[in-house]
């Protein structure tokens, strides 16, 4: 596991905890490190989840089927993500399936020895809860501007919105997002050709400039506009 601690380090689970620290839970917590390859299941939607999950190598994404059964990705999680966290120390049943969507490695810690703490009582298992309630209220928060960004009537509103607060993370007009035009479009919830045209046609009125997963917006304040209205 040293290999993977500087990455364990930088995510928000273990935000402010060092190495020689995770070392120390880790001889309580006794964490699995599973190998997946491409279409295996990590979490399984419809199941509980007795474990947290963090990818420490490749990719997955977590997909919710539709009532006519189609699948759309909700996020996709690279080396840091996290899963399964929302539900530790409940008795609900994932509402997503994870599934690996390249080769990839996960690193499992059982919910019961993450939520309370051995005779030791390490004082970094104090701090690693705190910093599970504050990513369990990041991802609330996260999913949230997802919601509102679902419910925009027009695709062109929800480019605008998604487009703008791309820009706000990066701060900056240029800037790259994490999917490609297919993933996009199931993040957006929409067809990929509708989501090409509107594309195009936001480049013809010179609203944005894009290369492959890269975007310039040349006009904020249209896009405001026409987000707003």
């Known amino acids: ?36 390859k491409k279409g295996d299941v990590l979490l399984l939607a419809g199941f509980e989840a007795s474990e947290v999950g963090i990818i420490l190598s490749g990719e997955a994404s ?19 993500s996290i899963f399964g966290d929302v539900l530790a120390g409940c008795s609900l049943k994932s509402p997503v399936t994870i599934l690996a969507s390249a080769p990839c490695e996960a690193l499992y810690i059982p919910c019961d020895k993450l939520l309370h703490p051995c005779r030791a009582m390490h004082s970094e298992h104090m701090q690693l809860l705190e910093n599970l309630v504050r990513t369990i209220s990041e991802k609330y928060f996260t999913l949230s501007s997802r919601v509102d960004l679902l419910i925009l009537k027009s695709l062109r509103a929800k480019l605008c919105a998604y487009l703008l607060g791309q820009s706000a ?61």
């Open 1 to 36: 596991m040293n290999d993977y601690y500087d990455l364990l380090c930088s995510t928000s689970l273990f935000q402010g905890i060092n190495a020689s620290q995770i070392d120390h839970m880790f001889e309580c917590f006794r964490p699995a490190r599973r190998l997946f």
């Open 62 to 80: 977590a997909v919710k089927t539709t009532p006519d059964g189609a699948s759309v990705s909700i996020t996709r999680l690279g080396p840091g």
């Open 169 to 229: 993370l990066a701060g900056a007009d240029t800037f790259s997002v994490p999917f490609s035009r297919a993933g996009l479009a199931e993040y957006l919830n929409c067809e990929r050709s509708a989501l090409c045209r509107e594309l195009s046609r936001m480049r013809a009125e010179g609203l944005i400039e894009t290369y492959k997963n890269s975007f310039k917006i040349l006009d904020k304040a249209a896009l405001q506009r026409q987000y707003e209205h």
